[in-house]
């Protein structure tokens, strides 16, 4: 189970980073709903790239023996939603990403910053 003080929660982080993710957002959703604890939010500039970068963090992820337990999307590459059980990644192509605005509808979330997102933001 990954909660938001957990050093592997950085493991996620740094496999988003790895095809150049854009305005990567981390949210604390363990208060606010029951099916997750975290939520990362990530954009691609191109459909091509956020398939790219959701293949990527899968790729990554697994050789941490951690498994996505669903895997939604890659078909358009607007909006790819990678299920890893207490910790959910949305991986979207900008535009869509504004049009649902996930950080929005989940504004009462704390946000997270781990070392990865810290060295990346600076």
């Known amino acids: ?3 938001k003080n957990d050093p592997s929660l950085d493991l996620y ?12 957002v ?4 363990a208060n606010l709903t029951s099916y997750a ?3 990362i939010i990530c954009s ?4 091509r790239q956020v398939n ?3 293949d990527f963090i899968k790729t990554e992820l697994k050789k941490h023996k951690i498994m996505p ?10 909006w790819v939603l990678l299920d890893y059980g207490h910790v ?13 605005d996930l950080e929005g509808l989940w504004s009462d979330a704390k946000r997270i910053m781990t070392p990865s997102l810290k060295k990346a933001t600076s």
């Open 88 to 100: 959910i990644i949305h991986v979207f192509y900008e535009p869509v990403r504004e049009f649902y």
């Open 1 to 3: 189970m990954t909660k």
């Open 13 to 24: 982080i740094k496999a988003i980073l790895g095809r150049k993710a854009i305005n990567v």
């Open 69 to 78: 337990l669903g895997v939604e999307g890659t078909k358009d590459g607007h």
């Open 52 to 54: 790219a970068i959701a």
């Open 44 to 47: 691609g500039r191109s459909n």
């Open 37 to 39: 604890d975290i939520f």
């Open 26 to 29: 981390v949210l604390d959703v």
